[in-house]
């Protein structure tokens, strides 16, 4: 048998156990599906949000990408954004990042990834700019890897708020609020590290009229 079977016989033993203990459950999530959360995590294996969280199909709306960044032209993120807080009208967006994050440990090397992974992993490197004297100052590579991973979530988070769609939805339905969290792989737990209430003032250089 080739590995990949091995998925479709597990997804047909995982919908036959949920019908026997749920005969209307397929049928149910088919009709609507009333997300409150949007998730903006890594694409790493290792982090899924649903298993790590303990919520069920219909509860997240994902979005993922290589070390969960909010990049303003990436059409990709933003329908999923907009889509999310203005049609499936979610109460909380959350970027979570995880320690041990490849794509974070691969931005702060010279090593040359070439064209698509150099430019993904270039604002990663401005987000180091931006908090240099605090990164610098931190000796154990480990321990600065994983405050780049706090501070980039952060960074994230900071760019949801910049953005029209975040700014409509505070400003019309005092939602969603943003949230920054940080997963350990090491010990399964979920680290809040920052937070943005619904209408937090941000830099007026990057407030829109909406
Ligand atoms: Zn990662």
Redesign the pocket.
């Known amino acids: 048998m080739h590995s990949y079977e091995k998925l479709l016989l597990q997804n047909k033993a995982w919908a036959e156990e949920i019908k026997a203990d749920d005969p209307e459950y397929f049928e149910r999530l088919s009709h609507i599906q009333t997300p409150e959360f949007l998730w903006i995590g890594?694409s790493?294996s290792r982090v899924p949000a649903d298993r790590i969280t303990g919520t069920q199909p219909g509860e997240i709306f994902v979005h993922r990408n290589v070390?969960n960044l909010v990049i303003n032209t990436d059409v990709n993120l933003l329908s999923v954004v907009d889509f999310a807080v203005s049609h499936l009208k979610v109460k909380h967006i959350i970027v979570c990042g995880?320690y041990g994050?490849?794509?974070i440990k691969a931005a702060i090397t010279k090593t040359d990834y070439k064209y698509v992974l150099n430019m993904w992993l270039r604002s990663i490197k401005d987000v180091y700019r931006i908090h240099r004297d605090e990164l610098d100052g931190i000796k154990n590579n480990e321990e600065k890897t994983n405050r780049l991973v706090e501070l980039n979530v952060q960074e994230q988070v900071q760019n949801l708020a910049k953005t029209s769609i975040i700014q409509k939805a505070w400003q019309r339905e005092h939602r969603p609020d943003l949230h920054g969290w940080v997963y350990g792989l090491k010990d399964g737990l979920i680290k809040p590290v920052f937070e943005m209430k619904a209408g937090t003032h941000i830099d007026p250089l990057y407030e829109y009229d909406v």
């Open positions: 890594c790493d070390a995880h994050c490849g794509g």
